[in-house]
């Protein structure tokens, strides 16, 4: 057969069409021009950020909504060493993307020449994989492996570097969406010895629960997860990126569990004679002091990556393979579980502690907890929330209910500030029938304020919360507690007026003092087309309650503010 | 405990970065490394000494097999195994002593490979312990410089380690 030669550029964009790519993040540069020219002319839409991190974190959005790979321009240089925490942040959090960065030309490589940075040397350690392209001929198969590497297995950015010269290069395009790498097979069935003895502790466990994470989301498992969980009536605690895995308002729910997680999450985890961990990589800031971690209990988990399971915490029943397909495996051999002693237990701790912190108004500024609540109770069920990283991020886990899988979407690895507002702008992409709502602090949202320029340009209907208590929160929570109080530096004094802010980028700007107004304010922002930032304007110095002190056991509890 | 690790990987741009990055990145230190072509072309191995305990050695070995230009893995410490690393050693050498030196090189099945004026070069393969025995016999002497290769390994008997 007699192959049609195509320049580099267009291989690129055929590559896209061939994967359903449907729109493309980026922002162009001299090295990226031939591709870009290419562009104009092409279906593939494209979202013009105005800083390459957005790119990248509004392609992680995308992707955690739809479930496939999430595609970034960006030029050589600084366009691509800009990406490198949106990058990171995708690969902490198992994001497929796939990056596609110009490159100087071939032959000024090594040479330090004009906005040349070896990236794929630069972010080796935070990609799933990266390629260099040598010529136009390796193209069509790099770009196939790439979105092959970036969508199974455990899913995370792959990076290709594209030589400005390449995409001038004329080569026969095909393309074949099945490749084979000989170093990668991911194993998706669990081995049935493993699942077998699963089954058995189960049946004899006396206090079962499941914990479980990210994987469930990623592997769509939310549907055999509630049949399992509530067959074998078993409750469920999700880590922060498995929220929205387990409708968050059904019985069997116990909140999240860790730093900021809810005590009857943390007692129930500490008492546990069995954990059935899926899709989770027992994080630091869930598992506490790990030496004191599940003392009492058996742990089975399952995950796609081997190089979890064990990592942290010691496994006494290992499964390795896709989550949704190992609990479909047990759920088959599943009895119904008699377990009412523990729920009854279970259903006492909660009682006993229910999630109430900031429901006591100060009659003074608003509680933050408030604004939360109130988002979650004015919003449709199909909501999609965005958060940044701090104590706003923490209270929207505790505090909004996250019913569906893919709905709440957060940096959990990385914890990068300036994620949540260009990921609410790619998930309205993803999603434009939903309403998206990005809820962030005054000190993350000026991490990626510039893209109210994006948000307006592309008249996305959103809303975005600001939680400003004119404080790095967090940061202050923690000098409060363990730093005597001594607030280095944590006062962001010279804030904007966010209102002002967003009217002179051509967004709608309210403002909420009170309760009363904060509930007036999130109904009418919801009626309004186009972004519309919200500055609730709150008590300053609240803190995140309940909390496990760093390296402390998660049942060693310290509750305060209104809650103590 | 040593591992030795033999590792199949593509003969890829950067799989060296990859690997040596790995090891850095996640706190893992290499003992010594060689690596060269086997007799599939593409394909090189890798051999890779590490210390550390058994769980440290397994997430090693879990992490390798994530690189995606890593074809696979073995412990070669786990099952009976030959090993053996090349030395040479630049030792000094006056004409008074250059037949106790040509001694302790015969008794341990070494080579003379270069001889000057007040110095000579001898080969010497085998095991760890023999590399540290002849060290310390020619120590006597004055070394002057010292290249080794790193620890290479094959299983014994007819057993190989394949690329699937």
């Known amino acids: 057969m007699k192959k049609k030669m195509t320049k580099g550029s267009a291989i690129i964009l055929y590559a896209l069409k061939e994967e359903g790519v449907e729109i493309v993040f980026g922002y162009p540069g001299g090295a990226v021009l031939p591709l870009y020219d290419r562009l104009f002319d092409s279906s593939i839409k494209h979202l013009l950020v105005r800083h390459e991190q957005a790119a990248v974190h509004a392609a992680d959005g995308y992707a955690r909504v739809t479930g496939r ?9 600084p366009g691509a060493t800009n990406l490198v925490t949106g990058i990171t942040n995708a690969f ?21 020449a004009f906005q040349e940075a070896d990236i794929t040397g630069i972010t080796m350690p935070v990609t799933k994989h990266s390629y260099l392209v040598k010529n136009a001929e390796q193209l069509s198969g790099i770009l196939a492996e790439a979105f092959y590497i970036a969508s199974t297995g455990r899913r995370g950015p792959v990076l290709v570097d594209v030589p400005k010269d390449v995409f001038d290069q004329e080569a026969p395009y095909f393309y074949n969406i099945k490749c084979e790498i000989p170093g990668y097979n991911p194993t998706y069935n669990g081995h049935l010895g493993q699942i077998s003895r699963a089954v058995k502790a189960i049946r004899d466990a006396k206090r079962p629960v499941i914990f479980g994470g990210g994987g469930l989301i990623r592997s769509a498992a939310s549907g055999v997860l509630r049949e399992f969980a509530e067959k074998a009536r078993i409750p469920v605690i999700l880590s922060l990126m498995g929220l929205g895995a387990y409708p968050g308002d059904r019985d069997l729910f116990l909140g999240m569990p860790g730093m900021h997680g809810s005590i009857t999450a943390n007692y129930a985890l500490s008492e546990a004679d069995l954990i059935i961990g899926t899709g989770v990589r027992f994080d630091d800031r869930v598992t506490g002091k790990l030496e004191s971690f599940a003392n009492n209990a058996k742990i089975i988990h399952i995950d796609i990556d081997p190089a979890e399971i064990g990592k942290n915490v010691k496994i006494d029943i290992p499964i390795v393979g896709d989550v949704r397909i190992v609990l479909e495996a047990l759920l088959q051999k599943l009895k119904p579980g008699h377990t009412n002693d523990w729920l009854t237990q279970i259903e006492n701790w909660q009682k006993q502690n229910p999630m109430s912190g900031g429901l006591k108004s100060s009659g003074r500024a608003i509680k933050p907890q408030f604004v939360i609540r109130e988002l979650s109770r004015l919003s449709e069920e199909k909501t999609i929330v965005a958060t940044d990283v701090g104590q706003h991020q923490m209270w929207t886990a505790q505090h909004f209910i996250i019913r569906e899988p893919c709905a709440f979407l957060t940096s959990g690895g990385l914890g990068t500030m300036g994620y949540g507002f260009p990921a609410a702008i790619g998930a309205k992409l993803a999603a434009p029938e939903s309403r998206v709502i990005c809820i962030t602090g005054d000190g993350s949202f000026q991490m990626n304020i510039q893209e109210l320029a994006t948000a307006v340009n592309n008249r996305l209907d959103m809303i975005i919360a600001v939680i400003n208590n004119g404080f790095l929160g967090m940061v202050r929570q923690w000098q409060d507690m363990f730093y005597d109080k001594r607030y280095s530096h944590t006062a962001l004094e010279g804030n904007p007026d966010f209102v002002l802010l967003a009217e002179a980028y051509g967004a709608r700007g309210l403002r909420a003092k009170d309760e009363k107004e904060a509930t007036e304010a999130i109904k009418q922002a919801m009626s309004e087309k186009g972004p519309v930032v919200i500055d609730f304007v709150v008590e300053p110095e609240e803190n995140v309650y309940p909390m496990v002190a760093p390296n402390c056991p998660i049942n060693d509890i310290i509750i305060g503010g209104d809650q103590s | 405990m040593k591992h030795v ?140 410089e010292i290249v080794r290769t790193g620890k290479i390994a094959l299983l014994r008997g007819s057993q190989i380690t394949k690329e699937i």
């Open chain 1, 69 to 77: 790979p999430g595609v970034v321009f960006a030029t050589s240089g």
């Open chain 1, 92 to 112: 902490m959090d198992s994001v497929p993307l796939v990056l596609i960065t110009g490159q100087v030309p071939s032959a000024f490589i090594g040479t330090d």
């Open chain 2, 5 to 144: 690790l033999a590792v199949l990987v593509e003969d890829k741009p950067g799989v060296l970065t990859r690997v040596a990055g790995l090891f850095s990145r996640r706190g893992f230190n290499i003992d010594n490394l060689a690596v060269g072509e086997t007799i599939t072309p593409g394909i090189s191995r890798m051999t890779i000494t590490v210390d550390g305990s058994e769980t440290i050695v397994e997430q090693v070995v879990k992490q390798l097999n994530k690189l995606i230009n890593v074809i696979k893995v073995s412990n070669l410490s786990e099952e009976p195994s030959v090993m053996r690393e090349l030395m040479l050693i630049k030792v000094n050498a006056e004409v008074g002593n250059r037949s106790d030196i040509q001694q302790v090189v015969e008794t341990f099945r070494g080579k003379v490979i270069d001889v000057s004026p007040d110095s000579m070069i001898i080969e010497i393969t085998g095991n760890e312990e023999k590399m540290e025995a002849i060290k310390l016999l020619l120590q006597h002497f004055g070394i002057k």
